[in-house]
């Protein structure tokens, strides 16, 4: 027998989502769509779109940036790993530096 896949998520990322998906929502009544009109812009149908404010982990995240950008908030998921902004990354490449500096050998036989 299967799992439910949310049964696999751990519950802060469950939370997280049912989170996400609220906030959505939440967009979306702000600025006066109907759940059919979300839906339209993204391209995707209705069910679908009601998964996304449900905070379904099943629904594809090109379905949630999709939405984000329907509601104005542009392409934030570009930037939520930027490689310049990952500090525990940064301090893994400083791990991994020599401790001291050697000179380059030349090559032999010129």
Do not use: C
């Amino acid at each position: 027998m299967k799992k439910n896949p949310i049964q696999l998520l751990p519950l802060p990322v469950e939370r997280t989502l049912k989170k996400f998906g609220a906030d959505i929502r939440i967009a979306r009544l702000k600025r006066g769509f109907t759940v059919e009109m979300m839906a339209q812009r993204i391209g995707i149908h209705r069910s679908t779109y009601s998964k996304i404010e449900k905070g379904d982990p099943m629904v594809g995240l090109g379905a949630y940036a999709a939405a984000l950008f329907s509601l104005g908030f542009g392409t934030p998921l570009g930037d939520l790993i930027d490689q310049r902004n990952d500090d525990a990354g940064l301090l893994l490449d400083l791990e991994k530096l020599p401790k001291r500096a050697r000179p380059k050998k030349s090559p032999q036989g010129l």
